[in-house]
């Protein structure tokens, strides 16, 4: 089981950015894809994005594109996504994970293998 640490969650207002991170509790975040999905009150869960194990691709949902970028820092263990130009419509609880598979099949099947406790992001207007 892989222990995966979220922050930076917060209230902002639209046009604002935010910067969540997520590191694997064991120091390990260079042998997973990574990536990012989204929950809003009363949807179903949303694939955002996701980053290869070495952080040379990424993949995005068609409504964060130009807006998010999902990065990763190996030697500091950590993955993170930036956030500008936020709008209401973002606003949910945004879940780090991480997965043995590769970073595109966390997009395809719209799953992993690990999950964190998920931080929430609220936009106002």
């Known amino acids: 089981q892989v222990q995966l640490v979220e922050s930076g969650g917060g209230l902002v207002q639209a046009g604002d950015s935010l910067r969540l991170s997520c590191a694997p509790a064991?120091?390990?975040?260079?042998?997973?894809?990574m990536g990012w999905f989204r929950q809003a009150p009363g949807k179903e869960r949303e694939f955002v994005a996701a980053?290869?194990?070495?952080?040379?691709?990424?993949y995005y949902t068609d409504s964060v594109k130009g807006r998010f970028t999902i990065s990763r820092d190996n030697a500091k263990n950590t993955v993170s996504l930036q956030m500008n130009s936020l709008k209401p419509e973002d606003t949910a609880i945004y879940y780090c994970?991480?997965?043995?598979?590769?970073?595109?099949?966390?997009?395809?099947?719209?799953?992993?293998?690990?999950w964190g406790q998920g931080t929430q992001v609220t936009v106002s207007s």
């Open positions: 064991e120091g390990t975040s260079g042998r997973y894809a």
């Open positions: 994970v991480a997965t043995l598979k590769s970073a595109h099949e966390i997009e395809t099947t719209d799953n992993a293998d690990y």
């Open positions: 980053i290869t194990r070495n952080g040379l691709t990424t």
